[in-house]
């Protein structure tokens, strides 16, 4: 494992850094393939996104291409994860006059999950925490992720490849590591992220590829009822690509029709 | 300034610690004046309490108090903040099996406030930010403080001390960085944190305090207009004590009968 702070290798941070006294900072998660980053561009804008959102300057793309080349190039299969903080500054929770965002960048082994989880699906849970509507932190990639470990804290079953996250009203917002891509009749429906909730990359290039492929995509609010009904459920992020949900509970799904879809349009880097 | 990372002097934590990632951990702001550490037992059952309710297991006790009187003899009149994360673990949100708790303490300067603050009063805003419902994380000092972070960064004008926070449907809940206690036809009324907010050191002695003194206290939601109706507004922290609120934009309130009672409960040592 490597991690670069700053461009520099070594692999801790100032205890006095705003990322940990309080999670204010964003981050990604982007596969090295043979040395490639995969949606480089994608999560790169993303991670661009993110910080402007909160008010951080975002490293510069120059900067960033060339860490992330270093890492890949000397790990060719990798994960990186790239954090960037709003850095140093005086105690206390107004931002630093002069900010100096602290960038991280830390390479792990590529995850590896049963192969079933691709050729046949996973089995998932519903989760019991609610995640809380915050419409100005909302669709952000922070690091304020309290919410994520106190649900995947739930359950401790192998079996369980992830758990469903329900907003305070009841609709499912997305797992705790993925999006949720929801089919029904025909037509393609993620969770409406504009209230809680995380808005990743690869949701990002479904929408954008169903709509070059002339698939309807909607966004919208999807109840829990709503979701248990639905024809085909599938799970995406950029770790592990897309796998189908095959059980939540007694409720089962046959092998489905739009999982290979999704796939090739994930594949695709573009 | 000093810091201990596991009791060890030094500044850094591991980029790998679960408190930079997801803001997995809690933490405390106490003072130390002539050597002491005021309220310690205070804050330890509310360090404890808080890591409790996130399933972190606290620091034991008597490592704490040894690295408290560490550095408050060493620095006499400071400020120490005590950071306690879930520590390292694998990549992803499930906690680790094995969890070893991180324990970060660092002093800072004492703050220093204007003598006005105390004599006279401060003006303080309404932030426009609204904090989300989240009861499983209500009242916990925990790591995830973007929220608090946003509302501090809406204003950059000195004369304002303070930023009240409202819930999504329009309570008060507290401040920035600060409780509040509200004086209305002679009871004490400090707002429900069951739902979102921070529940601080200093709110919780003033409850203790009031009942030993037979002064009714009320806990419960306190909508704006009806706080911009009260007898005296009070704000409360472990940093600067109590300040009367004297002004929130064009509402002024008089020099109060209670800021000085409240200031003599806190400046008891019990």
Redesign the interface.
């Known amino acids: 494992m490597a991690?670069l702070?700053n461009g520099v290798k070594h692999?801790?941070?100032?205890?006095?850094?705003?990322?940990?006294?309080?999670?204010?900072g964003v981050?990604r998660t982007l596969r090295v393939e043979s040395g490639t980053a995969q949606c480089w561009d994608w999560h790169f804008r993303k991670l661009h996104d993110d910080c402007t959102a909160?008010?951080i300057i975002c490293p510069d793309r120059i900067v960033l291409d060339a860490e992330v080349a270093e890492l890949a190039g000397d790990h060719r299969d990798t994960?990186i994860?790239i954090?960037v903080?709003?850095g140093t500054g005086e105690?206390?929770?107004?931002?630093p006059r002069n900010p100096g965002a602290t960038r991280?960048l830390?390479t792990?082994p590529l995850?590896v999950y049963p192969e079933r989880n691709y050729d046949f699906g996973i089995c998932a849970r519903i989760c019991s925490?609610?995640l809380?509507?915050?419409p100005?932190?909302a669709g952000i990639k922070?690091?304020?992720?309290?919410?994520?470990?106190?649900?995947?804290?739930e359950w401790?079953d192998a079996e369980i490849a992830e758990g469903l996250l329900q907003d305070?009203d009841g609709n499912v917002v997305g797992a705790?590591?993925s999006n949720l891509l929801m089919v029904e009749q025909g037509a393609l429906i993620t969770p409406d992220l504009t209230r809680?909730g995380v808005a990743g990359v690869q949701r990002a290039r479904v929408i954008q590829a169903a709509a070059q492929h002339h698939m309807p995509v909607k966004v919208e609010s999807i109840a829990l009822d709503r979701m248990l009904r639905a024809d085909e459920l599938i799970l995406i992020n950029s770790g592990f690509g897309a796998w189908q949900i095959r059980r939540i509970g007694e409720v089962r799904w046959r092998s489905g029709g739009y999982i290979g879809t999704i796939r090739r349009w994930l594949s695709d880097q573009g």
């Open positions: 991690v702070v692999d801790e941070i100032s205890v006095h850094d705003r990322g940990l006294a309080y999670g204010d981050f909160i008010g994960l994860k954090i903080t709003r105690r206390g929770y107004a931002p991280i830390l792990a995850p925490l609610r809380a509507f915050q100005r932190l922070h690091l304020n992720r309290l919410e994520n470990v106190l649900a995947r804290a401790d305070a705790t590591m809680c």
